[in-house]
């Protein structure tokens, strides 16, 4: 059976699934039902500084967007930090962590850019027996205006400075979030390690605007006739996070780095990938809040199975495990060929492929008179259209050629490997620095 604990940087939880500062890790009540449901550790919801909280709109926070089947692929929140008391927080986060000691509990913080108040929190709160410490430099809304958030994680001098006062006023270790909203998501990374942060975590959420009432013309949600814009989260941005925690991960400076794994995590493959491309942990929000705190229970069973099947001891084991296969395009083969195949027996004639392929790629999918539908490879790119438009799962495959074989389009046989920096079509023989 896979060992799923989990050692991320020196914190100890029983299985790599961690719940993501946000709504869910508000207050005690909901972490107690968390951890009662199997997490293994959760990012408390992030605390600001003493005295009087900030105050959350009292109107709608969340935006959505929904798949045709009304299916929840993204929210769009507006909500801030906690609006609860410091000191009610830190109560129970020490009575939390004294009656879970095997779950990580993690304190997400965020307080205005200058080391005094970043070296009077840490030390308080620390009390609580957390076991570490996420800064969060990512927040792209409400708290950015006032210089926190990811008015800092876009900043990467203010995130080796902020970091660097925290490691000098803690012995915990000290996660840097950071904000998706740069456009190289390395100058971040980077600058965390050189202030000495023990790990990263991200995404954050990504700035958007879901939607836009079209009767009112305000974007939504819509609080007294206005709207602005959110951070959004959930299934719609996994392809973001998953190619920032690879940069990070493959990046030579930043390859040791551990990473938390955050964005759009519903079920165990999720996760997974994002271990495979270099995460040690991940942390989920949107699934826990569109289908409760027993949703990790799937994730648990679903990850030790494939691990099982896999033969991966350990969580470990399965980290990174993709990421010597993430390359640039300028590496990829260009003498690699495949071709799509359509299976007649799984075929159900809707027409998909050939309408796709027809009107809007390279017209390589003939229709007969009673609806059978093949592909023709003499114009066949390998684009994988037909593939991802199927409604049938299985019922297009691409089958690669072998070498010495003839491309029907081309009329070159297959040959051996040359990317672009050495394919003789090339008019630009090395690649822009």
């Known amino acids: 059976m896979a060992d799923l604990t989990s050692d991320f940087c020196g914190i100890k939880s029983p299985n790599p699934f961690w719940l993501a500062s946000a709504p869910p890790t508000d207050k005690e009540y909901n972490v107690r039902r968390a951890f009662e449901a199997g997490w293994g550790g959760v990012v408390w919801k992030t605390l600001g500084e003493a005295g009087p909280p900030v105050v959350n709109v009292n109107g709608p926070r969340y935006g ?30 020490t ?41 969060n430099f990512g927040c792209p809304h409400g708290m950015a205006e006032r210089g926190m958030g990811s008015a ?27 904000t998706p909203n740069v456009t190289n998501i390395l100058g971040p990374a980077e600058a965390a390690l050189r202030g000495g942060a023990d790990a990263v975590s991200l995404i954050n959420t990504v ?35 998953l190619n920032m925690v690879a940069e990070i991960a493959r990046n030579p400076a930043t390859a040791g780095l551990p990473i938390s794994g955050i964005g759009g995590v519903t079920t165990w493959r999720d996760a997974a990938e994002f271990l495979a491309l270099g995460a040690s942990n991940v942390q989920v929000c949107t699934a826990a809040m569109t289908y409760g705190f027993k949703v990790v229970q799937e994730m648990i069973s679903g990850l030790g199975q494939y691990m099982d099947e896999k ?6 084991d399965l980290s990174r495990k993709a990421v ?27 027409g998909r492929c050939y309408i796709a392929c027809e009107d809007t790629s390279h017209q390589a999918i003939a229709m007969s ?65």
Not at 67 to 77: I, S
Request: proline letters at 6%.
């Open 95 to 135: 009575r939390v962590k004294r009656d879970y000691p095997d779950r990580a509990l993690i304190a997400s913080v965020m307080v205005p850019c200058t080391e005094e108040a970043w070296t009077e929190i840490l030390p308080r709160i620390a009390e609580t027996g957390c076991d570490g410490f996420e800064l």
């Open 311 to 316: 033969g991966f001891a350990s969580v470990s």
């Open 64 to 93: 959505a967007v929904h798949g045709a089947d009304r299916r929840l692929l993204a929210l769009n929140n507006i909500e801030l930090i906690t609006d609860r008391p410091l000191e009610v927080n830190l109560e129970e986060m």
């Open 369 to 433: 008179p009673d609806r059978s539908f093949t592909v023709k490879d003499e114009d066949c790119v390998a684009c994988n259209l037909c593939v991802n438009v199927c409604p049938v799962e299985g019922c297009i495959t691409m089958k690669t050629l072998p070498h010495g074989a003839v491309d029907a389009r081309t009329g070159r046989e297959v040959g051996d490997y040359a990317n672009w920096t050495t394919h003789p079509n090339n008019v630009m023989a090395c690649s822009a620095e």
């Open 324 to 350: 010597p296969n993430v390359t640039d395009w300028q590496y990829l083969n260009l003498n690699h060929v495949t071709k799509a195949v359509i299976s007649q027996d799984d075929c159900i004639k809707c």
């Open 207 to 241: 700035n958007s605007i879901t939607s836009v009432d079209l009767d009112s013309f305000a974007p939504q949600p819509t609080i007294d006739g206005k709207g602005t814009h959110g951070g959004l989260c959930g299934p719609a941005v996994k392809p973001i996070a």
């Open 152 to 178: 800092v994680g876009q900043v990467p001098e203010y995130i080796e400075m902020v970091a660097r006062w925290c490691k000098a006023a803690t012995g915990l270790p000290v996660i840097v979030k950071l």
